[in-house]
Every structure is written in structure tokens, then in C-alpha cells.
């Protein structure tokens, strides 16, 4: 269908995913162009090995760029990629920095290449020496048998035990100890930390990256279980360090310098840096700037196929392959989808577990095979930007007082195809009943209820039943809008990374699932929502739609006209007009397209049949839609209908109709289209429209979609949903709207 490409340009940004990939395809090709025939990157190494600074590192720059390789989805089995391996296999290790960046290789390997990481970790640990920080401070030097340290030199061996750690092997708590009393005792105070501590350092923003990246780890990993008790994070003394940290980050960081003054020469290496903080933290804005976006835009314009990312100023050993590879390492790694966001509420509990998002997020990856992140976002935010994640999380042990405005922007969110997860720390009930408050002020007409032993939810991937659950939904009869997780103390669960009732994991990748149409995850610059733009050239003709209103569930999806009109602008359509009006009045207004939607079954009175009747004998058009495609909303319509029409029965609309072939109003050929994958599980390889009608003087007027169209219109990937897909649901409700308007 010619509407295909609207979504994709319907958003216009300063940096695109397509850019992106572009970019990183660039960067592949110049780190496989650069490699040598041996296999590597390195250039020969200085006869005097020992104490040589890159001497001793020799093989960093392989490691560096099979590590980038490996991250950005190019397989280990990869001829080039197989040859740089054994050639890393083959290098004798003689510093930290190339054994800290091999075991980053190791770790993106099979089991079969544990042997080398358990070699590289227990050599990385012999560079592990006593700082001079008074106590028993431990930081890395160059390598064995080497005095001096720098905070670079000892994040990176930090990074390298940590890689380790996560693939299960113990480190001794004396490294843990003395790493973290190293970086406490190397933080300045404005919060920064320098390249070395002696005579009068200077802090900057890389090296506050690197701090900042112990601090997290060093929070949650070695400190993950002193968070049980609610409200102890605020006061938490490795929680104020980070507090500061970020608070100078906040401040100095810009995305193409490391400090003020200072050329591009470590760019690369600053990126990296703020890539690694911007995930650990799960920090979106830096500085009131989107990080990644802010970045990616310095690499996009810096990166040529012919040098890679080559930052003017840098030395002769880091241009190049090392700046491509950290280039490489922060597109890849800040892409991915975004799991779930984590709502900041100033003022209020709202992160008393730090690590229990980044805990869920690092294992649902896992389990569905699919690299995501995970992002802490502010109440200041926009709802449109929350949509980055099909999940937002609010956890907290007290009760959860938002303004009016505030309310409003949770509601949005849910609106435009967010789902809320909520969970009550310690189970307390004061969360519980202000989140159960907010949302019926929200929404009325619908109350959480048990999930029941078929829904998605319960069933997507894992079978969980319901005694297992424990959890409640608020569902408005096409999608679930708001779970709240009450059986024990999930957030706990998630921040202990505890796993012996694996239920509330579970149940996690089947909401991921759910809330992705079966992980159909939207990439970080991906469009996750359709705004109107700005339209040069002559105006647009207008056409109305009205949304008729009855006692019932007449507005389950109240964004999906807006999602539609935006479209319709975007495209050059037509500009529509979005009007409300009570179903019986609806004879007697110029209404355009009328469009009535429901879930459940309803009864409509002699005074709507009669409105039905006096629109439909005008020529007008009206538009019956079983919104979710799962109730029996339109079933009731049609036994309504024949009250009126005893002698009209339903038949398919032809596929010579202006509904189905766009001709003479402007519209799309809608002669084949697409269903949601759940719909086709249940009927088949079907690629017809299945609108019905009644006709009147030959003509369709009242039509009939048994299967969801609002959901489509919204544009957001749920599964459950039993109707069309957008592309198809937007380009058939803008032919019926045109059609209508044109009858007008």
C-alpha cells in the first residue's frame, strides 16, 4: 500500500536510526578494511617490552576492536573475526589494558573460550596493587612488576573483573574493598575524580565517568542487599558520592570534548566513557542533553568510510582503529531497544531498590535473546518520550502524591500505548491504595481485577497461574493499561537478583512480550510515536470526523484519532477535525465520517436507532468498530440494526468500492492487507479486508469491523489485539473518512 512510508518519515529528527546504522555499518567496514594480514590491529611492538607503556599493551588495540566487533552483532564465527581471536589467543599478555579489553572478547564467547578468561582474570588480579590512597586502597598499574597507577588504568581493570564477575567467576571481596576505597579516596570535592590524585589534580569529565562507573558497580553489585529496607538509599553513603559525581557530570559534560579547552584527541575514549554511566545510571539527559542522540550526532559527523572515526589532534597509537572502535562500542550498545523506563519522582522513594530495573532489564535480555537497556526518566519528561519503552515502572513504599499535571502525563502515556508496572516495596499498602486511587481517577469506568489463567499476561511465554501471579490489571477491553505486582516484594526480588521462585521474572518477559507484540521492540530511534509536522506549500482541505458517545465503553483508545489525524496531515491527506457528539444526536449534525466504537455488548435506545436511521437516509457514513476485535460490541450494534432494517442483512463490502480501492477520494488501495501475527494465528493467512456493510441505493453505509482498527490506528505493537495491522487499520480508516466527507 502506497501509506507505507508515511510513518517513516512522518518524524523528522536531528539524528535517525538509519543514520545510525549507516554509521555503524561505516565503522564495521573500517575496522575490517584496517585489519592486518595477521589477523590484528596492532602495529609491531618496541624491542623493549617490559616497561614500555604500550609495549606492555600490545594486543589492546585487537582486543579493543574485536571486542566492538563482536558487540555490534558480527558473529565470532566470522572469517575476519575468527582470525583476530586466534590471533588474541596467541598474544602474550603483559598489561592491564589489553587484559582487561581480551577478557571483554572472552565474554562475548562460548563456553569453549573460558579457559582463556580464566587465564586473563587470574593475570589481570596480579596488576591489582596497593594504592597510594591511605588504607587498604588497591588501584592497577601498567602490569606486573610496574609502580603508578591512573584512575584510566584501574577502570579499565575494574571493567575487566566485572566482565568476569558477570560470567560467574568469584573475585576476592579484598579487590571489591580496595577498588571502592581507592575511588572514594580519589574523589575531589566538587565531585569529580582526576587522572592521578598527586600534587594539585584536576578532575575531568572522563575520568568522573570512570568514577562514577565504579561508583555503580560498586553499588550494585557488592552493595545490592544492604537496599532491603526501604528509604535507606538516600542517606547511603556510596549513593552521596554518586550524588556528586553526577552533579559535576551534570555539568561540564558536553558530548565532542572531555573538558573545556582540551582538542577531540580522546574523544573516542570520552564517549565511551559517557555511554558507560549513561547505562549504568540509566540516565537519558546529561545536562538537559539526550546523551546518546547528543553523541551519536559527533560520530555520525566525524565518521568517513576512508578513517573511521578519526578525531583531528589525536596521537598516531589512538587515531583511527581505537577511536572507530569506542565510536563503534557507543552506537551499538546505546541502540538497542529500550526495555523499560524507571519514573523519578522527585521528592519521593521512587528508587529505594537502585539495581532492580537494571537487574530485570539484564535478565529478560537475556532470556528473549535480545540486547535492551533500561532508562531512568524524570516526572518533567514528556510523555511522548516515555514511550522509548513499551513498559514504565513506578515502585515505591509509600503513597505516591502527583499534581493534576502530573496524573495527566501518566494518563498520556497509557494513552498513546504505554503499559504501567507498579509494585508496592515490602508490600506496603499506603503505594498500593494511592496507585489504585490515581488510576480510577484516571480512569473510571474500568477497576483492576485478577489476571485470569488465559489472558496473555499469564500465558504469552511462560504458563503462570493465577494463585502464582499475584498480580492485578487494569484492562479498558482492547489492551491492559496498568499491572500492579502484589504477591511479595518484587522489587526486592529484582534487586537481590534472587531467583528461587522464578515467577516474577517470568511474568516480567511475558509483559515484555505482551507489550511488544511478541518482541517486536522498537529500536531507541525508532519512531515510537507520529506528531503532526510542520506543512509548507498550500493548505490542506479539512474533513470531519465525529466520535459518537454513549453509556458504555465508547473511548477505549482516546489517542488513536489524534495518532490518525497526524498521519493523515503528515501524509498530505487532509487535515482532520476530531469532533464529540451524544450517538442520538448525531441526525442532526453535519458529522462527516461517525465512528462508534465498543467492547461489550450494548442496548441502544429508540432515540440513537432513530439518529442512526436519519444520518444513514442523509447519505452519511457510520462506522461500527469492535474495538480489540474480541468483544461482542458489534454483534449487540447488528441485532440493534435490525430492529430498524428487518430487511438489510450484512455482506462483504466490494472490492470495487472507494473503501477498498482509494480511487477518486484521495485515498490508499486497501485490495491487500496485513493483520496483526496474533490474528493470522487464529485465521489464517488471510490478506482481505473483512468490513461488512449494510447497504442503502447500492451504496455502503453503515459498515462493520468485527476486528480491532483502534489499536492499529494508535500504532503500538501489543499483543492480543485481534484486528488489523497499523499500516492497514490507518490507511482503511482514512478512505472511510474521505469517503464520508466526500458524501457530505
Not at 131 to 150: L, R
Not at 218 to 227: G, S, T
Not at 468 to 480: D, M, P, W
Not at 631 to 637: H, K, P, R
Request: with cysteine; charged share 20%.
Amino acid at each position: 500500500m502506497a501509506f507505507a512510508g508515511v510513518r517513516t518519515t512522518a518524524n523528522a529528527q536531528a539524528v535517525t536510526d538509519e543514520q545510525v546504522r549507516q554509521t555503524i555499518d561505516q565503522l564495521v567496514a573500517y575496522l575490517y578494511k584496517t585489519q592486518n594480514d595477521q589477523g590484528h590491529w596492532d602495529r609491531k611492538a618496541p624491542e623493549d617490552t617490559g616497561h614500555h607503556n604500550f609495549g606492555m599493551q600490545y594486543g589492546g588495540m585487537s582486543a579493543l576492536a574485536t571486542y566492538a566487533l563482536l558487540a555490534s552483532g558480527q558473529s565470532y564465527q566470522h572469517p575476519q573475526v575468527a582470525r583476530a581471536i586466534r590471533a588474541l589467543k596467541s598474544f602474550p599478555v603483559r598489561g592491564t589494558y589489553v587484559c582487561a579489553l581480551r577478557i571483554h572478547v572472552w565474554n562475548q564467547l562460548p563456553d569453549s573460550f573460558q579457559d582463556e578468561m580464566r587465564k586473563d582474570l587470574g593475570f589481570l588480579l596480579t596488576c591489582l596493587k596497593q594504592s597510594t590512597i591511605p588504607g587498604k586502597a588497591k588501584a592497577f598499574s601498567y602490569g606486573p612488576g610496574v609502580e603508578g597507577w591512573s584512575n584510566s588504568r584501574t577502570q579499565y581493570g575494574l571493567l575487566g573483573l566485572w566482565e568476569a564477575a558477570k560470567r560467574g567467576y568469584p573475585i576476592p571481596n579484598e579487590a571489591w574493598e580496595g577498588l571502592q576505597r581507592h575511588f572514594e579516596g580519589t574523589q575531589l570535592t566538587d565531585g569529580s575524580w582526576p587522572y592521578r590524585a598527586s600534587g594539585d589534580p584536576e578532575g575531568t569529565v572522563a575520568m568522573t565517568a570512570a568514577g562514577l562507573t565504579a561508583m555503580y558497580i560498586f553499588r550494585d553489585f557488592h552493595h545490592a542487599q544492604a537496599f532491603q529496607s526501604p528509604g535507606k538509599l538516600l542517606d547511603y553513603p556510596i549513593q552521596t558520592r554518586i550524588n556528586n559525581g553526577i552533579t559535576y557530570f551534570e555539568k561540564h559534560w558536553q558530548p565532542d570534548r572531555d573538558k573545556p579547552g582540551r582538542d577531540k584527541s580522546f574523544l573516542g575514549y570520552h564517549l565511551y566513557g559517557t555511554e558507560r554511566v549513561g547505562l549504568a545510571s540509566g540516565r537519558k539527559y546529561f545536562g538537559g542533553k539526550d546523551w546518546f542522540k547528543a553523541g551519536a550526532q559527533v560520530i555520525i559527523m566525524m565518521t568517513t568510510p576512508e578513517h573511521g572515526f578519526a578525531t583531528p589532534g589525536a596521537s598516531a597509537y589512538s587515531k583511527g582503529v581505537v577511536d572507530s572502535s569506542f565510536a563503534l562500542l557507543f552506537l551499538t550498545r546505546g541502540r538497542v531497544p529500550v526495555f523499560m523506563n524507571k519514573l523519578e519522582l522527585p521528592g519521593a522513594h521512587w528508587n529505594n531498590r537502585p539495581a532492580d530495573v537494571a537487574h530485570l532489564a539484564r535478565w529478560v535480555s537475556d532470556t528473549v535473546e535480545q540486547e535492551m537497556n533500561w532508562q531512568v526518566l524524570p516526572i518533567t519528561a514528556e510523555p511522548e518520550v516515555w514511550l522509548e519503552a513499551p513498559i514504565l515502572y513506578l515502585a515505591g513504599h509509600e503513597a505516591v502524591e502527583l499534581t493534576p499535571e502530573q496524573e495527566a502525563k501518566v494518563k498520556r502515556y497509557i494513552d498513546l500505548g504505554g503499559l504501567l508496572v507498579t509494585t508496592a516495596d515490602r508490600g506496603d499498602r499506603r503505594f498500593t491504595e494511592s496507585i489504585q486511587a490515581m488510576m480510577k481517577r484516571l480512569y473510571p469506568l474500568y477497576d483492576y481485577a485478577p489476571i485470569d489463567s488465559d489472558d496473555e499476561l499469564a500465558n504469552v511465554v511462560f504458563p503462570i497461574g493465577p494463585s502464582r501471579i499475584g498480580a492485578t490489571t487494569l484492562h479498558n477491553g482492547v489492551r491492559h493499561l496498568a499491572v500492579h505486582l502484589g504477591r511479595g516484594d518484587a522489587s526486592w526480588v529484582f534487586q537481590s537478583d534472587a531467583h528461587t521462585d522464578p515467577t516474577p521474572w517470568q511474568f516480567m518477559v511475558n509483559a515484555y512480550y505482551y507489550a511488544t507484540e511478541k518482541g517486536h521492540a522498537r529500536l531507541r530511534l525508532a519512531e515510537h510515536f507520529v506528531p503532526k509536522l510542520r506543512r509548507k506549500g498550500d493548505a490542506l482541505g479539512q474533513v470531519t470526523v465525529t466520535r459518537a458517545q454513549y453509556n458504555g465503553n465508547w473511548n477505549p483508545e482516546p489517542a488513536a484519532w489524534e495518532v490518525q489525524s497526524n498521519v493523515m496531515h503528515n501524509a498530505g491527506i487532509a487535515g482532520v477535525n476530531v469532533n464529540t457528539t451524544d450517538l442520538a444526536s448525531i441526525g442532526s449534525t453535519d458529522a462527516g465520517l461517525v465512528h462508534v466504537v465498543g467492547t461489550d455488548a450494548v442496548t441502544l435506545t429508540d432515540a440513537q436507532l432513530q439518529a442512526i436511521r436519519k444520518h444513514v437516509d442523509r447519505g452519511g457514513i457510520i462506522l461500527f468498530e469492535n474495538a480489540g476485535g474480541r468483544g461482542v460490541f458489534t454483534e449487540s450494534i447488528v441485532d440493534a440494526l435490525h430492529q430498524i432494517y428487518p430487511q438489510q442483512r450484512l455482506r462483504p463490502i466490494s472490492l470495487k468500492s472507494p473503501i477498498i480501492t482509494g480511487q477518486d477520494i484521495g485515498g490508499i488501495d486497501t485490495s491487500t492487507v496485513h493483520y496483526r501475527v496474533y490474528t493470522l494465528l487464529r485465521m489464517g493467512d488471510i490478506t482481505m479486508p473483512r468490513l461488512l456493510s449494510f447497504n442503502f441505493d447500492g451504496e455502503p453505509r453503515i459498515i462493520i469491523s468485527s476486528e480491532d482498527l483502534s489499536a492499529g490506528m494508535l500504532g503500538q505493537p501489543i499483543w492480543g489485539v485481534f484486528g488489523y495491522s497499523t499500516e492497514s487499520a490507518q490507511a482503511l480508516i482514512t478512505n472511510l473518512t474521505m469517503l464520508a466527507n466526500q458524501r457530505r
